[in-house]
């Protein structure tokens, strides 16, 4: 592909965008990604002085002015980085809101901060509009730096933190890449049946996949002709072992020649086999034969290119 049929990297795309003079909301509520603040190429600063609504989790918070005012770090999942919330005493609780994973909802002034901090923006708020309070103590996403083992045991928190939240774009923006090329050259995303190993909810009962049908037909046909062995036959065949088994013995005992104990012998060894061949028929069954073809799920999702 030429150069310049390569979409630019979402970098380029950012210094090139034309900052908007007004904040951009949400599509369907009042509220401003946070997204949309901080991400601009200023950092937000070209929108200081607009009132919006901003909500998200606290990924931290600290009181500061001997409790005066509070410092919130504030995420709504819409990028990685967080918007800088500053909240004074006599608009809500500071104890409420400082708690790591406290949801929030806050209305204020976005304004620019002092020189030398390494925020491009701010939001001092107004009014507190909702609050969802955790007990710090019980809340097991902290600040501190958790393994991927520990993160398997609250799947429904673990989105918030930093590495399972990159994880999560990378992989939205390989599956909308891939999506978006199928649509642009008119292939159709469809989903066919699945095939699995699993009985679910009796699923299974419907019809059986399997290899050895042509196998399980032979196995019908010849039990028709040559029924399983009863246990008066098998019985029987225990017998003559047995029988058989004591004449060697006496063989021995007599000191007879070797080739009379050789043919007593095999004598033994075929009513054995013979024993072992009853017993195994008489476990057959007409059917499906008891081992099963190994079926390998298959979650296919076809492309199929329409023509």
């Known amino acids: 592909m030429a150069e310049t049929d390569q979409a630019p990297p979402p970098s380029d795309k950012l210094v090139a965008m034309k900052l908007a003079d007004a904040v951009e909301k949400y599509a369907f509520t009042d509220r401003v990604l946070i997204r949309s603040i901080v991400s601009r190429p200023d950092g ?39 918007l800088q919330v500053i909240v004074d005493a006599g608009v809500a609780v500071l104890s409420k809101l400082v708690a790591t994973g406290t949801c929030v909802v806050v209305d204020g002034i976005l304004k620019v901060p002092p020189e030398g901090t390494r925020q491009k923006i701010e939001l001092r708020v107004e009014k507190v509009v909702s609050v969802g309070e955790v007990d710090p103590a019980k809340y097991p996403i902290p600040k501190t730096k958790l393994t991927l083992e520990f993160l398997r045991d609250h799947l ?47 699923a299974g009962e419907m019809f059986q996949v399997t290899t050895l049908i042509s196998d399980s037909e032979k196995l019908e046909k010849e039990l028709i002709k040559n029924p399983p ?13 047995s029988e058989r088994g004591e004449g060697v013995k006496q063989l021995k005992a007599a000191k007879a020649s070797k080739s009379d104990i050789a043919a007593s012998v095999a004598e033994l060894n075929r009513a054995k086999e013979s024993l072992s061949k009853l017993e195994e028929r008489s476990t057959l069954k007409p059917g499906s034969p008891k081992r099963m073809a190994r079926l390998t799920t298959l979650k296919i999702s076809l492309l199929v290119k329409l023509f």
Do not use: M
């Open 229 to 241: 062995p009863s246990e008066a036959d098998i019985e029987a065949a225990r017998q003559l072992v």
């Open 156 to 202: 429904h928190l673990r989105s918030r933190t930093n590495t399972i939240a990159s994880l999560a774009r990378i992989r939205n923006a390989l599956a909308f890449a891939t999506h978006s090329f199928f649509q642009e050259h008119n292939f159709l995303y469809v989903h066919t049946q699945i095939i699995t190993t699993s009985d679910c909810e009796g």
């Open 44 to 82: 937000g600063a070209g929108l200081a002085g607009q009132n919006v609504r901003a909500c998200g989790w606290v990924k931290a918070g600290r009181e500061q002015g001997k409790e005066t005012f509070a410092f919130l770090e504030l995420n709504d999942g819409s990028c990685p980085a967080n």
